[in-house]
């Protein structure tokens, strides 16, 4: 799950669910939200559920695919990004970020006791070669 904001952040998630319970339901009525996508460009809708002060977000699948939209947002992200991924296919884009935060990390302990605790690299998604 990518969840794009009008300030070209990309945050990306595992689910729907895990993208929705990071989201503020002010920031949803405020439409601080530019899409919410799959990797395969499928398009989510956000809405809030609950009563008013007690609103939840929550992500639907619309059944729609926008995955020439999703290139553009993320490629308009690339020129605002530190990390300066240039990639506009979704999975590759997620990698590249995580590997830039993965390198970039605050504490950092001893190189031996770094790589048991964390391992060697970030999870990343499989890609589609082309």
């Known amino acids: 799950m990518l969840v794009i904001d ?5 945050d990306y998630y595992a689910t729907a669910a895990e993208a929705a319970r990071d989201m503020e ?4 009525r405020g439409e601080e939200y530019l899409g919410v996508y799959g990797l395969d ?9 609950g009563e008013r002060h007690h609103e939840v977000p929550v992500l639907t699948a619309t059944g729609q695919r926008d995955l020439v939209r999703l290139r553009e947002l993320l490629q308009a992200a ?28 605050r504490l950092r302990w001893p190189r031996w006791l770094d790589r048991r605790l964390h391992g060697t690299a970030p999870a990343l998604l499989p890609t589609q070669q082309r």
């Open 25 to 28: 339901a002010i920031d949803v």
């Open 41 to 49: 460009g499928e398009v989510y809708s956000v809405g809030l559920t």
């Open 6 to 10: 009008r300030d070209g952040e990309v």
């Open 78 to 105: 690339h020129a605002r990004s530190p990390s300066r991924v240039t990639t506009a296919d979704p999975a590759s884009f997620v990698n590249a970020r995580a590997m830039w935060e993965w390198d970039r990390r």
